[in-house]
Structures are given as structure tokens and as C-alpha cells.
């Protein structure tokens, strides 16, 4: 696990994500030890995965320094649960653009979810800026559409809320050939209507996020665009 | 007569639904499935050889493309849709029983999971294979399984997970459906499920793509 920690930092990961998600585990003790570990060799933001409340506030208690949750979404029971521990431990959130009545496919829908649950953690006492949305990307190949509704509830949460965006980017490509490509497409596009924490293999993307950062402007004399592409060889 | 079961085949083979579908581009123009089911019928072929002779071996090829990854999600999506709009056809033989299905499958994801893809997948290839499919949808809980099997004595059950965390769920559905029913087949499948995690849970069978769980069903009804 450490090994991996350590490659993925090398492969320009600025967050890391611990799931334990495992049969038979107890995310309970499991998460924490994890982040424990962790902690013990790299100085690197984590976040903490898990469906379990209670998993992530063991794991907060043992974390330090600043971490995010993921994730919270619109339904009650979740914004109940989850606030008011990321409040107590000064925990960034992931918010996931869905609630009780599933999935929306209507771009302005998730984005009302996006809004709702900003509005809840903003009550609660938590910073805007700790909130970070997560527009859902859904897999293209049983949808045409599914790419576009993210990309346009991208660009809405980014116009209107102005709040940092993340998501699992390579759903999107489950069911295809030519993964990689197809993820790397996505990815600049997404970057150019306002994605900008994308959670994925730093290994496979990398090389597309500093292409589109140098395109859309972002990287003046091509400083990281050019150091990425010199750390390769 | 078997011209027209051949053409039929063939359009399911290769997504080609209605004449008006530009999907595949080099069948344009053509009749589709959904035409070529009509005819079928109207020039006296039996329902039987429809399901028989065109639809399940064409979607048994489809399965098998896809096992092999000569085709993708979308392909397969293609040929069910066409497999569907001929399927519409037979729907008035099936339910005056005319037309026997091989049998009934009760699929569902299981509880605490939404995801559908997998499921609907393995839904599409099942009813290809010439089975009647009871799809309970997604977040399914041991008593809504039961209540189906309740519905449907004989019917064969299929459970779908995507994630680690939800896959622990199949263990108490298979639990509750085997205490009532012990004699009943229970399938499992999603992206985390393995051989060992079916045999550990007292699960029946497991399949990695859905031609396998067309294959395993085939077995049991002959």
C-alpha cells in the first residue's frame, strides 16, 4: 500500500485517495490504521473513501492537518451524518450531485442539488471553499448523453457556485475500447468548463491535464507542461 | 423461410433495429429487425422458430463477440434493441402461450447499490437466450427477491453488485432466498465478484460477462 502511496505521488497525485472497501473489513479500524500508516511516511492531503460515517470520523480523529471527506450528497440522512463532523475537524467535503431520488440527467437538477448542499455546510459553519462538488460522471457507452449533462453541470456548479469541482473521471469510458484516449479527451474538456481536482490514475492523465492547463492558458512559458514531460525522461 | 430468419439474424447480430434506424451505417435503408419479425409471421413462420432459429443464436453470437471484446457495451446495447423491436412481435404468442420461454430469471442489483448497467446487460442476454426476465431493478433487498420468487416458484435468480462495500449484501439475500427456497439457483456478478466470493456465500454460479450466465441457465433447463 505504501509502495503505491509512493508512486502515485511520484505520478504528480497532489491527494490521496484511502478506500479500504473490502469484504469483511471493518472500515471502522481499517480506515484509520490505513491513514495512520499513511501519515507515517508522506505529507500528502488525504482523502478519506467510504459510505461508513463513522469510518471517516475515526479516521479524521487520527488524520491531522486538513482532509476531505468523500463524500456527502443531498439526501438528508447524508448531510445529517457528515457536516457536522467535517465542521468539528475543519474537513474539506466532496458533494455528490445526487440525492434520495437517484440520479438526475437534467444538468440544472444536479446542479440544484449542488446548491443545496453548499447552502446546508455553509449553515453549518463550514467555509465555501471547503466544499467541492462532484458533477457524476456516468458511462457513455449505455448513454450518448452522459458526458455532455456532466460537462454542462460542470460549467453550471463553476458559473454559479464558483466552488472547486472533482470527479471519478474514468466511469465514463466503461464498456469501451481505447480507455485511456477517451478519459484523456474528457478530462480537457471538463478542465475547460471548470473541472479542477479530477480523481484518477496521475499515471494515465497526467500528461492530458498538463496539455490542457498550457492550452487553455494556465501555464506561463509552459513551466509544468515542459518539467512533466523533462521528469519522464 | 429460412432466408427470412437469416436476414432476421442478422440484423440482430449487428444492432440493425427498423428501416429507419441509420445504425450499423452499411445496413441503411435496409429492413430491420422489427420489419422483418412482421413478415416473418405474416408469411407463416412460426413464433417458435423466430426465438429458436434467429433471435437466440443471433444473441448467443453477440454474447460471444462480446466475451472475446470483438465487440463493446454499445454494440451489445445495438443488438438488444434490435433483438427487443423483433421480440414485440412474439409478445402475443408468448402471453397466449403458444410460444413456450425456456423459463422465468428474476434479476435485481442488490440493496445499497444503483448501479444498473451490468444488470440490464446480463437482463438483455438472458431474454436473447429465450427466457422470460423479471427485472426488479436496483437497491433490491432480500424480501423483494422473495416476494418475486413467492410470485414465481421456478424462477432462477440473478444478483448484480458493482461495488466491495454492496457485495456483502448478496451474502444475506442468498441466505434468505436458500432458507425458503433451498432448491432454487442463485447467480452472482458485478465488477468485485469472484468464483471463491459465490462458493463463500452459497451462491450457485458465478459469471465474469453475461454469455456465461446464458450458458450456465442453457445448461439448466436442458
Not at chain 1, 106 to 114: T, Y
Not at chain 1, 129 to 158: G, N, Q, Y
Not at chain 2, 12 to 36: C, F, H, T, W
Amino acid at each position: 500500500m505504501l509502495e503505491l502511496a509512493e508512486s502515485q505521488i511520484r505520478a504528480g497525485a497532489d491527494v490521496l485517495d484511502v478506500n479500504v472497501g473490502f469484504p469483511g473489513v471493518d472500515d471502522i479500524i481499517l480506515l484509520p490504521e490505513t491513514v495512520l500508516a499513511i501519515r507515517g511516511s508522506f505529507d500528502v492531503p488525504l482523502c478519506l473513501d467510504s459510505p461508513n460515517p463513522k469510518a471517516i470520523e475515526a479516521a479524521l480523529k487520527v488524520a491531522g492537518g486538513k482532509c476531505l471527506i468523500n463524500s456527502v450528497n443531498g439526501e438528508e440522512k447524508s448531510l445529517i451524518a457528515l457536516l457536522c463532523i467535517a465542521k468539528e475537524y475543519e474537513a474539506a467535503i466532496i458533494g455528490l450531485t445526487m440525492d434520495g431520488d437517484g440520479i438526475t440527467h437534467d444538468p440544472e437538477k444536479r446542479l440544484a442539488i449542488a446548491e443545496k448542499i453548499l447552502s446546508r455546510a455553509v449553515k453549518e459553519g463550514i467555509k465555501e471553499e471547503d466544499v467541492i462538488i462532484d458533477p457524476l460522471a456516468m458511462a457513455v457507452s449505455t448513454d450518448s448523453k452522459a458526458c455532455i449533462v456532466t460537462l454542462e453541470t460542470i460549467r453550471l456548479v463553476h458559473q454559479k457556485l464558483g466552488l472547486n469541482i472533482t470527479m471519478g473521471a474514468s466511469n465514463i469510458s466503461f464498456g469501451l475500447p481505447g480507455r485511456e484516449d477517451l478519459n484523456s479527451s474528457f478530462i480537457s474538456l471538463a478542465i475547460a468548463n471548470g473541472l479542477t481536482c479530477p480523481i484518477a490514475n496521475p499515471e494515465k492523465i497526467t500528461a492530458a491535464v498538463r496539455a490542457t492547463d498550457l492550452a487553455l492558458g494556465r501555464d506561463d512559458f509552459a513551466v509544468r507542461f515542459v518539467e512533466y514531460f523533462q521528469s519522464k525522461i | 423461410m429460412k432466408d427470412f430468419l437469416q436476414k432476421l439474424a442478422l440484423c440482430v447480430e449487428n444492432g440493425k433495429i427498423n428501416k429507419s434506424s441509420p445504425y450499423p451505417p452499411n445496413m441503411r435503408d435496409q429492413d430491420g429487425a422489427d420489419e422483418l419479425a412482421k413478415r416473418a409471421l405474416e408469411e407463416g413462420v412460426k413464433p417458435d422458430e423466430i426465438l429458436e432459429n434467429a433471435l437466440i443464436p443471433a444473441m448467443a453470437k453477440v454474447g460471444n463477440k462480446f466475451s472475446r471484446k470483438e465487440i463493446y457495451v454499445p454494440q451489445m446495447l445495438m443488438a438488444a434493441k434490435a433483438m427487443s423491436s423483433a421480440m414485440v412481435h412474439l409478445k402475443p404468442f408468448f402471453q397466449s402461450g403458444e410460444t413456450k420461454r425456456k423459463g422465468k430469471f428474476i434479476i435485481g442489483t442488490v440493496s445499497g447499490d444503483l448501479h444498473d448497467i451490468g444488470k440490464n446487460l446480463v437482463a438483455m442476454m438472458i431474454e436473447g437466450g429465450g427466457w422470460e426476465v423479471i427485472d426488479l431493478g436496483v437497491d433490491v433487498g432480500a424480501e423483494k427477491f422473495l416476494k418475486a420468487l413467492d410470485e414465481n416458484p421456478n424462477a432462477i435468480i440473478g444478483l448484480s453488485a458493482l461495488l466491495t462495500t454492496t457485495m456483502e449484501n448478496m451474502k444475506n439475500i442468498v441466505t434468505v432466498i436458500k432458507e425458503k427456497y433451498s432448491s432454487s439457483k442463485i447467480l452472482v456478478g458485478g465488477a468485485p465478484v469472484t468464483t471463491e466470493y459465490c462458493k463463500k456465500i452459497g451462491a450457485d454460479f458465478y459469471s465474469p460477462d453475461p454469455q456465461g450466465a446464458v450458458n450456465y441457465l442453457k445448461q439448466l433447463a436442458s
